[in-house]
């Protein structure tokens, strides 16, 4: 398939076929979508739950009750159920975990070019803790990964349900993101639809080009 | 190029080949891959300008200035610059667009289906207008048009520069975003490297998998 046809093709699959596993190569190649998603000043604040299993996928439903309950069996009926979630705030410690992880993998000549980078990195997210947005700052990159996951999901051939309709509440109780300085973001169900799958035989619907795009 | 292959290999590139174009056909790919980005309740709550053209990267150059001049020959010397934006509200007239979007794309088989779709949709804006928080849900649905952008680049063999940095309250001025109910996103740089692209030498960093992955 060409990327056209990948890009209008994918859907969010409402029904999942739940006797059909993702192959673990393939998982494994939509987790490494994930890690390799690029994130302003390659800060990577990001955290994400995988549930594989019904005890998993159980603990991730319990979020999806009361108003969200339309959304539990896609969860339960799912191969792989993620949780994306995001740092709330990128102390000092955090952003030296980041230079050190980018000494290793080799990316600088010397100390100065190390300085350097560190300093820039520290001074953009000075400039968020000062707006008092780090939480919505790291929230938007970590849909940027959300993007690189679900077009490598269709690209392939793995359905995918992104999800923001959740009690955040329950959700972080459950997966302790407070205490872990997390907040959720999206889950995300991957696996294959089944026949029950209505959206798979809507055509997708997008506003037409001359309302989104203004050459300038 | 695999998929694994892509995403180890693309690179926010850091200077550009100013005399080599992206050709058209490869460029309205990468505008559909926008246009196709999923977005949540399909709100696409985006607008995006894009400069082929001198004066039109001239513009939006305007604001990488001062401390963000760093940022200006990426604008000046790329193929293509794309300035992504989102909606700052989303008013009932414009979920009545996509309404109507959804009906001529064939999506509802009846009117029952539509004006439940409608009254989903119009209850999840709500919320977020309760919440107080729609400018920051329209950036984070944008974000995952970049992704789609970003992964969709690389898959072409385009090479790409996503940029915070930049003066958001001159870009606002010079598109009259403001006025049209928008607010800047990012920008984005398409074109292709040149030989003074540092980054396309260096190894990419990403913190380890048991950093950023919890199995549940």
């Known amino acids: 398939m060409t990327l056209m046809d990948i890009l209008k093709h994918r859907h969010t699959t409402k029904a999942y076929d739940?006797?059909?596993?993702?192959?673990?190569?393939v998982v494994a190649q939509l987790l490494e979508a994930l890690r390799y998603s690029p994130s302003s000043v390659n800060s990577q604040p990001w955290h994400f739950f995988v549930a594989d299993n019904d005890a998993g996928k159980a603990r991730i439903a319990k979020a999806t009750s009361g108003p969200f309950a339309f959304n539990a069996p896609r969860v339960l009926d799912a191969s792989h159920v993620?949780?994306?979630?995001?740092?709330?705030?990128?102390?000092?410690?955090?952003?030296?975990?980041?230079?050190?992880?980018?000494?290793?993998?080799?990316?600088?000549?010397?100390?100065?070019?190390?300085a350097l980078a560190h300093k820039g990195r520290s001074g953009f997210v000075s400039l968020h803790e000062q707006a008092g947005d780090i939480p919505v700052w790291t929230q938007k990159q970590t849909y940027i990964a959300q993007g690189f996951l679900l077009l490598s999901a269709a690209t392939l051939?793995?359905?995918?349900?992104?999800?923001?309709?959740?009690?955040?509440?329950?959700?972080?109780?459950?997966?302790k993101l407070e205490e872990k300085g997390l907040a959720p973001a999206v889950i995300v169900a991957l696996g294959y639809h089944s026949d029950a799958d209505f959206?798979?035989?809507?055509?997708?619907?997008?506003?037409?080009?001359?309302?989104?795009?203004?050459?300038?």
Do not use: C, H
């Not at 705030?89 to 952003?95: F, I, N």
């Not at 992104?162 to 997966?175: N, Q, V």
């Open 157 to 175: 051939g793995v359905d995918a349900t992104p999800m923001e309709g959740f009690d955040a509440g329950i959700l972080s109780t459950e997966l």
């Open 18 to 25: 739940k006797d059909r596993k993702i192959p673990e190569p």
């Open 82 to 114: 993620l949780v994306l979630s995001a740092r709330t705030s990128l102390p000092p410690e955090y952003l030296q975990t980041l230079a050190d992880q980018e000494q290793a993998d080799g990316r600088y000549a010397n100390e100065e070019a190390r």
């Open 199 to 216: 959206n798979a035989r809507l055509p997708k619907s997008r506003l037409p080009e001359k309302a989104i795009f203004s050459r300038i």
